[in-house]
């Protein structure tokens, strides 16, 4: 099945620093989704990326869609502490690109230390 | 409105004792999606019902693991026989149409089995 490997697996920040971190596939994705999950808590959807090259932000968030359909990045901006947490990305799971069976990534674990 | 309520939040169970775990959509939500998601690892797809049909259970075991979504009242995950290997976090997510780009996840269900 298709996997999606996300970097760093974790990192340790200064409040008001930004973060970057991406998401590979080796398949193309016609939909890439990026999740917070807080602790104990299920996954929030952040941002929602439709086609290729789009550039969506959110708040502080931004997030872009690779021009190559393999990858996709998230930016966060002058990082606070409540921006703790597990970031996942998604894609739907067959090439069919059904939008309720996803693949997500094993997370990067983001500390803010204020 | 109230969010997606999952319950228990927490259940402990012994090997070979059953599990059962609910989850109420929001209100005005016919879909509900199950995922469950291992220590350290991403949500994986188990399962995609709509009032009292199972749409695809692709992402389920074959054996001990069942889903309902009846007419009235939650929707039910049930593991039967339960082993080390079913401890995880199971979320659901419920969305008012197809598709987890409008959906919203429940704070999960942690079944630890001893």
């Known amino acids: 099945g298709q996997q999606l490997n996300q970097s760093p697996q974790s990192m340790f920040i200064q409040e008001g620093e930004d973060v970057s971190m991406n998401c590979t596939s080796s398949s193309i994705f016609n939909t890439w989704l990026w999740y917070k999950q807080d602790p104990g808590e299920g996954p929030v959807l952040l941002i929602a990326l439709y086609k290729a090259g789009e550039l969506t932000s959110n708040g502080r968030l931004t997030a872009q869609f690779g021009i190559t359909r393999k990858d996709s990045f998230l930016n966060i901006s002058a990082s606070i502490p409540s921006d703790v947490g597990i970031y996942f990305c998604a894609g739907p799971q067959d090439s069919g690109g059904s939008n309720y069976k996803l693949t997500f990534g094993k997370g990067t674990l983001l500390t803010v230390n204020p | 409105n109230a969010g997606v309520m999952q319950n228990p939040r927490h259940l402990v169970r012994r090997r070979g004792q059953e599990a059962r775990l609910r989850c109420s959509p929001m209100k005005g939500h016919s879909h509900v999606y199950w995922y469950r998601q291992l220590p350290e690892e991403g949500l994986k797809f188990m399962v995609y019902?709509?009032?009292?049909?199972?749409?695809?259970e692709s992402g389920m075991p074959k054996e001990r693991f069942s889903a309902e979504f009846p007419k009235e009242g939650p929707s039910i995950l049930r593991i039967q026989q339960v082993v080390r290997g079913d401890s995880a976090a199971y979320f659901c997510?419920?969305?008012?149409?197809?598709?987890?780009?409008?959906?919203?996840f429940g704070q999960g269900t942690r079944l630890t089995v001893v």
């Open positions: 997510a419920s969305s008012p149409l197809a598709g987890l780009t409008e959906a919203f």
């Open positions: 019902l709509q009032k009292e049909n199972i749409i695809d």
